[in-house]
């Protein structure tokens, strides 16, 4: 009995001697579909189409292949591929839904939000009781900042399918974005059930770590049931590619992956440190898949790396080829699982060494066979001490301090107090964190903070006008006049920073700390007053602090915290010492000091292809 494999070299002779033989042609179409070779297959029919035009079983050949092609695509990261499948299936069948759902998915991918949503719209007229549609249409809403309309389309997914898991943790996620509390506490009791009952359902790892009362263990085992789920074909492909490292080269070749390689707060914490690097012992790569903002900051990092490549058009598995092919020693992920994650590129393993560092607040979980995703997490003692190692699936790397810092930062002029919408005399308590981190809890604690502290204000930022509405009205209930609650519009990092002088405390956030927001702060001398927790997000300020040697103002518990923030307004001279002493301490302190970091994770590099070559 002859194999596909034989038939379809039998048909393709016939081809060979007569290149008009229609049925040869059908032949070899359907026996690609059968050995899964999806492109061949369309280029078969896409020509017995041109001929054919009125056949339409060869025009439903063509669509089943180029359907199947593009959902293969999509799922290795070809979302441009996958763009060009679906929308050339739509020339034949122009309101089928499931090739506009599929098409507004691939748009998703590549950046386009607004053109998936008009695709998803159109797909809800022709079926809109589809829970999926609804719920990836809110996915683009939320990403063009319509969070009220993503919030109602979640809402309707849910009430069409109630066991949509990943609907269901996009709706609280953005509830918490506008801080709208009510439900929080059971809603997130369901999904902390679902982590750990249901490894198929798709939890966002990002949302999880924001969500109140989630543990290390339980972020961990999210995002192992994340990247199982989420990365099994690319996996499987990586065994089958078994990339090979070659070594042709001296320098240890150190490349960083990113979507933020422009005007974004990473940008101000790893600029100087790859200007930093030691080019004697070190080859430095960036490989950007993020939009080119014509920034400045775009301008200087490109030329901080010694090779730049932007690689936003290729596919996850050319990605991968291209990094391979560069000679990479040690691949380190600076987006993790946060909303423009191609962390697909590193799960091909195209580098010996994979480290995830900076984008995500966490661990990234493991894979099928046990094996972490990434081999190290870079971290500090403060961060993770040596207890909480095994809710971490990648080996610890410590550094003197997490986090790197830019020394150049811009800084724009000071504006005034009155342009800032900000009382001449008060004092000023504030928080710039994103409005997600604010907890109803800690929200009730800062009230309790301002009703202790007459002539006060907290000083907060406008994220969102359904936060500002939501905050505005849960002070009121808790018997704080609206009037003390400021928000400081979204404005450049240059003049944000400049502002920073009026405030006199920074209220953090628990359990998702300030991060770059905190050194922020810091490197314009406003003393952070943090509450550290258990988890990574929750320990970030505390270990930042500890490094510009200002333990005290670390506290565990937000009686601790709300003590030490009514006493420090109501003693200036202890909150002056502080400032003092920050002021002292910052220029020598680890946090600040990018030339030792560079030399300690230059350092840290080394020991980790030692280890691998070993």
């Known amino acids: 009995m002859q194999t596909p494999e034989n038939q379809l070299k039998h048909y393709q002779h ?99 939000p607004k053109e998936a949503a008009l695709h998803y719209q159109k797909a809800l007229t022709i079926t809109p009781n589809d829970a999926d549609i609804h719920n990836n249409l809110g996915n683009v809403q939320r990403e063009l900042g319509a969070l009220d309309l993503a919030i109602t389309s979640y809402q309707k997914a849910l009430s069409l399918n109630p066991t949509l898991f990943h609907a269901k943790v996009h709706l609280v996620h953005q509830k918490q974005h506008i801080c709208d509390w009510a439900g929080l506490d059971d809603d997130i009791t369901q999904i902390r059930h679902w982590v750990k009952t249901m490894p198929s359902a798709q939890i966002s790892p990002f949302a999880f770590l924001a969500m109140p009362g989630t543990t290390a263990e339980e972020q961990k085992q999210c995002a192992t049931n994340w990247v199982q789920n989420r990365y099994a074909s690319l996996i499987k492909q990586a065994q089958q590619l078994n990339f090979q490292y070659k070594k042709n080269h001296q320098k240890i070749r150190i490349a960083y992956l990113s979507a933020d390689f422009r005007l974004h707060p990473l940008a101000f914490l790893i600029t100087e440190l790859i200007e930093l ?84 607040a966490g661990t990234m979980g493991n894979l099928p066979s046990g094996k972490p995703l990434f081999d190290y997490l870079l971290t500090d003692h403060f961060i ?20 790197p810092n830019d020394r150049n930062r811009p800084i724009g002029i000071t504006p005034s107090r009155a342009e800032c919408g900000l009382p001449e005399h008060a004092f000023v308590f504030c928080c710039f964190n994103q409005t997600f981190k604010i907890t109803p809890e800690v929200f009730r604690v800062w009230m309790q903070i301002l009703q202790a502290t007459p002539n006060s204000v907290l000083w907060l930022l406008d994220c969102n006008v359904w936060a ?100 420090l307004a109501a003693e200036p001279q202890k909150l002056d010492a502080i400032r003092k002493k920050l002021q002292t301490t910052k220029n020598n302190a680890h946090l600040f000091n990018t030339v030792d970091f560079a030399k300690s994770l230059e350092s840290s590099y080394q020991r980790m292809l030692k280890q691998h070559l070993s």
């Open 14 to 112: 016939i081809l060979l001697r007569n290149p008009k033989d229609l049925a040869a042609q059908i032949e070899c179409g359907n026996l690609c579909v059968e050995l899964g070779r999806f492109e061949e297959a369309a280029g078969y029919f896409r020509r017995l189409v041109r001929i054919l035009k009125t056949n339409l079983n060869v025009r439903d050949a063509l669509c089943y292949a180029l359907q199947a092609l593009g959902n293969e695509s999509h799922a290795l990261g070809n979302f441009a591929m996958a763009e060009a499948c679906f929308s050339e299936a739509l020339a034949y069948e122009p309101n089928n839904a499931a090739y506009l759902y599929n098409l507004g998915n691939a748009l998703r991918e590549l950046g386009k």
């Open 468 to 567: 500002k509405q939501n905050l505005l009205r849960e002070a009121e209930q808790l018997e704080v006049s609206k009037e003390r609650l400021v928000f400081a519009p979204r404005v450049s990092i240059a003049d944000h920073l400049a502002r920073h002088k009026h405030a006199d405390l920074f209220l953090d956030t628990a359990p998702y700390n300030a991060h770059t927001t905190c050194s922020d702060a810091l490197w314009m001398g406003l003393p952070v007053l943090t509450c550290a927790g258990e988890t990574f997000a929750s320990r970030v300020a505390g270990s930042l602090l500890q490094s510009v040697a200002l333990p005290e103002l670390i506290t565990f518990t937000l009686d601790d915290y709300k003590c030490k923030a009514i006493t």
């Open 384 to 403: 993770t001490p040596p207890e909480s190692a095994l809710h971490y699936a990648e080996q610890l790397v410590n550094l003197p301090c997490y986090q």
């Open 277 to 360: 690097h030691d080019r004697n012992q070190f080859e430095v790569f960036a490989f950007s898949y993020g939009v080119n903002d014509q920034s400045s900051a775009r301008a200087r990092l490109e030329k901080a790396f010694d090779q730049f490549i932007d690689i936003r058009q290729l596919s996850d598995l050319d990605a991968a080829k291209k990094i391979n092919a560069c000679e990479i020693d040690i691949l380190v992920d600076l987006t993790g699982f946060t909303q423009t994650s191609r962390t697909g590129i590193a799960a091909l393993c195209p580098a010996p060494i994979n480290v995830n560092w900076l984008g995500f």
